[in-house]
T-cell receptor
Framework: GENVEQHPSTLSVQEGDSAVIKCTYS??????FPWYKQELGKGPQLIID?????GEKKDQRIAVTLNKTAKHFSLHITETQPEDSAVYFC??????????FGTGTSLTVIP | DVKVTQSSRYLVKRTGEKVFLECVQD?????MFWYRQDPGLGLRLIYF???????EKGDIPEGYSVSREKKERFSLILESASTNQTSMYLC???????????FGSGTRLTVV
């Protein structure tokens, strides 16, 4: 099956700096890549997603890029704020609504 | 917004007990899922269901079973709880294939 690797496992940035989280996947048939944010005591929430026919997608301070050839995709958060502190998960799907998740990145934004 | 509700936030059970974790969604989603979340391992799929009375095994089904008698409710059952089933359990639902999930807030289960 699909294998998704996520790096780094922890990330600390100063408020206002950018944060980048990277994921790689193994199955070239994967065609949908969502990102989730999990705040303390809550379930993961979908924050952005990208499909394999698109190379980049932006939503305000968040962007995701996809390199199908290299089989990796990244989450970029610009102008980080303390409320961005959370655990972020990437995921990949080869269809059929089953997702394979990365192991998570704990992001801390230092005021 | 879709709401996925898990009946308990925290549970403490004894080894050998039969444990029921309940999940209800309010937006008529066909697809429902149970994951467990462990540090360093991410989210691992236990079981999922695409329709009432239908279930499929995920990656780690051993020691678990599920029930989906109504479209909105998906229950996870630990037939005989063991300490290695201590974990955070997350329920999720979705409407279409290849759309993101909506997760519940999770149930933190401790088996002693």
């Amino acid at each position: 099956g699909e294998n998704v690797e996520q790096h780094p496992s922890t990330l600390s940035v100063q408020e206002g700096d950018s944060a980048v989280i990277k994921c790689t996947y193994s199955d070239s048939a994967s065609n949908y890549f969502p990102w989730y944010k999990q705040e303390l005591g809550k379930g993961p929430q979908l924050i952005i997603d990208i499909r394999s026919n698109v190379g980049e997608k932006k939503d305000q301070r968040i962007a995701v890029t996809l390199n199908k050839t290299a089989k990796h995709f990244s989450l970029h958060i610009t102008e980080t704020q303390p409320e961005d502190s959370a655990v972020y998960f990437c995921a990949a799907s080869i269809g059929g609504n089953q997702f394979y998740f990365g192991t998570g990145t704990s992001l801390t934004v230092i005021p | 917004d879709v709401k996925v509700t898990q009946s308990s936030r925290y549970l403490v059970k004894r080894t050998g007990e039969k444990v029921f974790l309940e999940c209800v969604q309010d937006m008529d989603h066909e697809n429902m899922f149970w994951y467990r979340q462990d540090p360093g391992l991410g989210l691992r799929l236990i079981y999922f269901s695409y329709d009432v009375k239908m279930k499929e095994k995920g990656d780690i089904p051993e020691g678990y079973s599920v029930s989906r008698e109504k479209k909105e409710r998906f229950s996870l059952i630990l037939e005989s709880a063991s300490t290695n089933q201590t974990s955070m359990y997350l329920c999720a639902s979705s409407l279409e294939q290849e759309r993101g999930y909506t997760f519940g807030s999770g149930t933190r289960l401790t088996v002693v």
